[in-house]
């Protein structure tokens, strides 16, 4: 997530060594590049998992916002790849938790055309982050995997 408030899942993913002996034999003028873009080509799997997990977790009209909010960032100058979900309420939506009121008395929304208020709404936990890491390991290992053969063929 983005903002005051942000959320850090570090993964570790199986089949990692594998990946990193090829990169220890891509030669190392290439080898920055070769890890940015073997990085880069796992985020945009995550990437991808998170939307359709989104499109299947989130009623219609709650999609768009988070879905469009999942971006993909890749470091100009080191091996390292992040997939962010900039929305602010994308980690409640993942863990779960109660909203309450911050500057007003009652939280307030619109409902079927009435006005609703509350002291405090509490949200379950619906993952579509992790799950999107947890589910694909093997499919984002291996378009790591795919990236450092094409380097390692053009040596």
């Known amino acids: 997530s983005h903002g005051k408030?942000?959320?850090?899942?570090?993964?570790?993913?199986?089949?990692?060594?594998?990946?990193?002996a090829k990169l220890n034999q891509i030669d190392k003028g290439f080898r920055c590049e070769a890890g940015r873009k073997m990085e880069g080509a796992g985020a945009?799997?995550?990437?991808?998992?998170?939307?359709v997990n989104i499109n299947e977790t989130f009623s219609s009209?709650?999609?768009?916002?988070?879905?469009?909010?999942?971006?993909?960032?890749?470091?100009?100058?080191?091996?390292?790849?992040?997939v962010e979900i900039?929305?602010?309420?994308?980690?409640?939506?993942?863990?779960g938790g109660t909203i309450e009121p911050v500057k007003a008395k009652a939280l307030h929304w619109e409902e079927d055309?009435?006005?609703?208020?509350?002291?405090?709404v509490t949200l379950p936990p619906r993952p579509y982050f992790r799950?999107?890491?947890e589910n694909n390991e093997d499919k984002i290992v291996k378009a790591m995997s795919d990236v450092a053969d094409v380097y390692l063929r053009s040596v």
Request: no cysteine; glycine share 6%; hydrophobic share 35%.
């Open 61 to 82: 009209n709650n999609v768009a916002g988070l879905k469009d909010s999942v971006k993909t960032i890749i470091s100009t100058d080191k091996p390292e790849a992040r």
């Open 44 to 51: 945009f799997i995550i990437n991808g998992e998170t939307q």
């Open 131 to 133: 799950p999107a890491i």
């Open 86 to 95: 900039q929305k602010i309420y994308a980690r409640i939506q993942e863990f």
């Open 5 to 20: 408030r942000s959320t850090t899942i570090n993964i570790k993913l199986t089949g990692v060594d594998d990946l990193i």
């Open 113 to 120: 055309g009435k006005d609703i208020f509350a002291k405090s």
